[in-house]
C-alpha cells in the first residue's frame, strides 16, 4: 500500500518546525529523500541555534531554553539516525 503525503515539501525543507511536531515525524515523512531530511534537520538545528544564541548575547530570556535545548538534542539524534542508516547500506 502506497502512502500519500500531503505537506508543502519546500516548507518542511526550510522551515521544518512549520510543518513537523518534531524531528521524528520529519526523519518518518515520505516525501522527503534522505538528504532532503538531512537539510531540513540541519536548518532547525540552526534556528534553534540562533535561538539559544540571542538569550546568551543579552535577548530577554524566553523560559523556553530548556526546551529548546531538548529539542536540539532531538534533532541531532534524528540527523544521526538517518547517517547510520545510510552507512548500514554501504
Sequence with gaps: MSVISRINTQEAR???EAVFE????LVAEVALTRGQKLAA?????KSIGLRLDATAEGMPPSGRE???AELLRRVR???DRL????????
Excluded at 518534531?22 to 515525524?25: F, N, R, S
Excluded at 534537520?41 to 538545528?45: D, F, G, R, Y
Excluded at 547517517?83 to 554501504?90: I, K, R
Design 14 to 16: 526550510y522551515n521544518p
Design 22 to 25: 518534531g524531528p521524528e515525524q
Design 41 to 45: 534537520l540541519e536548518q532547525w538545528a
Design 66 to 68: 530548556h526546551d529548546e
Design 77 to 79: 539524534l534524528a540527523e
Design 83 to 90: 547517517l547510520a542508516q545510510s552507512s548500514d547500506l554501504s
